[in-house]
């Protein structure tokens, strides 16, 4: 099925794009603009990106390998320390400034 009318893009291409992507980097963020990149392409109305946004998601999923096939190790950006923000102190006052201020 033809995604992109402008650069006449079917799903097949960009699926083979996003797992070339995703071969080089299992971890990477994929956006359109990178697939069209990799493809030698640019987005021209970006009417299709919403498409294409679904099967990076789609294709991501079936390839994206888990933890445990990955020794039980967090990706790197887990390892060192690029997780979640840790939640406020029950004061209502961020501590992690130098300068306490209220939130």
């Not at 402008?6 to 990178?34: F, G, K, M, Y």
């Not at 493809?39 to 009417?47: A, D, Y």
Request: overall charge positive.
């Amino acid at each position: 099925m033809i995604v992109c009318q402008c650069n006449l893009l079917s799903t097949a291409e960009i699926e083979a794009a996003v797992e070339r992507l995703l071969a080089e980097d299992p971890w990477r963020l994929i956006v359109p603009s990178t697939v069209y990149h990799a493809m030698g392409r640019r987005g021209r109305c970006c009417g299709c990106f919403p498409d294409v946004v679904a099967l990076i998601a789609e294709v991501t999923a079936r390839m994206q390998p888990s933890r445990a096939a990955a020794g039980g190790r967090a990706p790197a950006a887990d390892r060192a320390g690029l997780t979640a923000p840790r939640p406020l102190p029950k004061s209502g006052v961020d501590t992690r400034s130098r300068r306490a201020r209220q939130v």
